[in-house]
């Protein structure tokens, strides 16, 4: 095995360029920072110490059920409600995630969900790219690149989604950069937003689809064959297409053309071990998706409530799939060829960050030195 195969260390990882595709906004608060705004407005918390919140987070979501996921959501929605509360949680968003050693992110929230206390949701959506904004120059100051974008979510079981995809296309110079659709994906499939997606291409307008997470088969067929999804989110149970009986997998039909069209899947490990799409992240189909070459890039979902972070999903990766630096390399250009930035400005943190960072580490570890 060659240093470059080899599995990189935890500080190693820490240090890696990463791009990530499936952020919830949401779904990423600092434990005090509810705490703080949630003494402000009365809101009650389970607890009101930073460290049991965080583990209360956790326990809840590790659940194995989807539904009692969402529910915690309860929670951090609650305390962004105001203008000043929206804009300082994005702008620790940014600052989290350039820590972290993310170079670009696709950061997504429903902007109705902002709106229970008066907000309209073009000023929730204001308010969270003026956070983004300060948190990039935040993190800049030290040390850390890093360009955050904005995919606005419709709600699947509400009557919005034009409205906000609308707004989408309103704000795609501006630091939105798509479109999604979020919530229960069971009884709710894409099909029934087909218009707002139908209107969507018609801008010339880019969209990923929540889609094979809770849900299997039909509901990815429907985001990519009916709707024109660019991007699966999750997708994960595309896995369900393909035979493994034999001495070689055999891919079904739709399998086949989610791989052959490089359809990027936005997959989220420890994520789908928490809602029980899987029971560990050595039994996650990522590791079979990767050697069978779909387009897979890695994602966060949830960091609050996942207990992760970018770095924490590639050690456990690495740690389940023997993967080295050539793997987290690939699934990083995935990401960033995926991404819905404009070609430019992907072009720009390819070549300006990602493959220099990369160069670099490789060298030092075939030298077989790890200082910097």
């Known amino acids: 095995m060659s240093n470059l195969n080899k599995v990189p260390t935890p500080e190693q990882i820490k240090l890696l360029p990463k791009a990530l595709l499936h952020d919830h906004l949401d779904g990423g608060l ?15 918390l389970p607890t009101y110490d930073a460290a049991e919140l965080a583990e209360w987070f956790r326990a809840s979501c590790d659940s194995g059920s ?37 170079v670009y992110a696709e950061v997504r929230m429903a902007p109705e969900l902002l709106t229970e206390k008066g907000l309209t949701i073009s000023s929730a959506i204001e308010a969270i790219l003026e956070g983004f904004r300060v948190g990039e120059i935040d993190a800049k100051a030290e040390g850390n690149a890093i360009r955050v974008t904005l ?24 630091g939105v950069v798509g479109f999604d659709i979020a919530g229960p994906e069971d009884g709710f499939p894409p099909s029934d937003q087909l218009d707002t997606f139908e209107f969507l291409r018609r801008e ?20 990519i064959q009916m709707c024109g999804a660019e991007r699966l989110g999750h997708g994960v149970r595309i896995i369900e297409d393909i035979d493994f009986s034999g001495a070689k997998p055999k891919l079904g039909r739709l399998s086949a053309y989610v791989r052959d069209r490089r359809i990027p899947l936005e997959l989220c490990p420890t994520s789908n071990v928490n809602t029980g799409v899987c029971s560990s992240i050595a039994e996650h189909p990522i590791g079979m998706l990767r050697r069978l070459r779909f387009r897979v890039t890695v994602n966060t979902d949830n960091r609050l409530m996942s207990d992760t972070s970018m770095t924490k999903e590639f050690v456990q990766l690495a740690q389940a799939f023997d993967w080295g630096l050539e793997d987290f390399e690939w699934l990083t250009l995935n990401a960033m060829k995926s991404a819905f930035a404009p070609f430019p400005e992907r072009l720009r943190i390819i070549n300006g960050l990602v493959k220099p960072r990369y160069a670099l580490l490789k060298a030092e570890v075939a030298m077989g030195s790890n200082d910097r």
């Not at 434990?31 to 009650?44: N, V």
């Not at 010339?204 to 985001?223: K, R, V």
């Open 66 to 102: 989807l539904v009692r996921y969402l529910e915690t959501f309860a929670h951090t929605v609650a305390v962004m409600q105001r203008t000043e509360d929206i804009i300082r949680v994005s702008r620790e968003c940014a600052i989290d995630l350039a820590r972290d050693g993310v």
């Open 151 to 174: 995919l606005l979510c419709g709600m699947r079981q509400n009557q919005l989604s034009q409205e906000v995809a609308e707004l989408a296309v309103k704000y795609r110079d501006r």
């Open 204 to 223: 010339n307008a880019h969209f990923t689809i929540h889609a094979g997470e809770a849900y299997g088969l039909p509901s990815i067929w429907q985001a």
């Open 30 to 44: 600092r434990p005090q920072t509810i705490i703080d705004i949630a003494k402000e407005i009365g809101h009650e």
